[in-house]
């Protein structure tokens, strides 16, 4: 496994992203998929999980409702969209996928580098 995530930006508050996960080696399709998040001086947090079919997720209370992860198994890739997005969803956005095939909170093993995601008021 070896995720990449993509999708990160500038946005106002208020704005919506979507971002991507892919697995360059095509190998996460029976895995559990995670999305975390790190904002300066601030412990990662579980932002948002899928099973490997998609057909469990599961959100941190802070986001649900505004953010939905999917995935496209075809395309081999995880999504997250972002919507309704505040200012503090400024952070680091990371996938990653954990070696369970059901949505799990921790225990995640591969990671991919991260990106951006800035909102501004």
């Known amino acids: 496994v070896q995720l990449q995530a993509s999708g990160g930006g500038l946005v106002q508050a208020g704005g919506s992203l979507r971002l991507s996960c892919t697995d360059s080696?095509?190998?996460?399709?029976?895995?559990?998929v995670g999305w975390f998040r790190q904002a300066p001086g601030q412990e990662r947090e579980f932002v948002a999980a899928i099973s490997w079919n998609g057909g469990n997720t599961d959100y941190a209370d802070s986001v649900k409702g505004r953010f939905t992860i999917s995935r496209d198994r075809a395309k081999n890739t995880v999504y997250l969209q972002m919507n309704n997005l505040k200012l503090d969803d400024t952070a680091v956005y990371y996938c990653?996928?954990?070696?369970?095939?059901?949505?799990?909170?921790?225990?995640?093993?591969?990671w991919g580098q991260g990106t951006q995601v800035t909102v501004s008021s």
């Open positions: 080696k095509r190998t996460f399709s029976n895995n559990a």
């Open positions: 990653a996928a954990g070696l369970r095939s059901a949505v799990q909170r921790d225990g995640y093993i591969y």
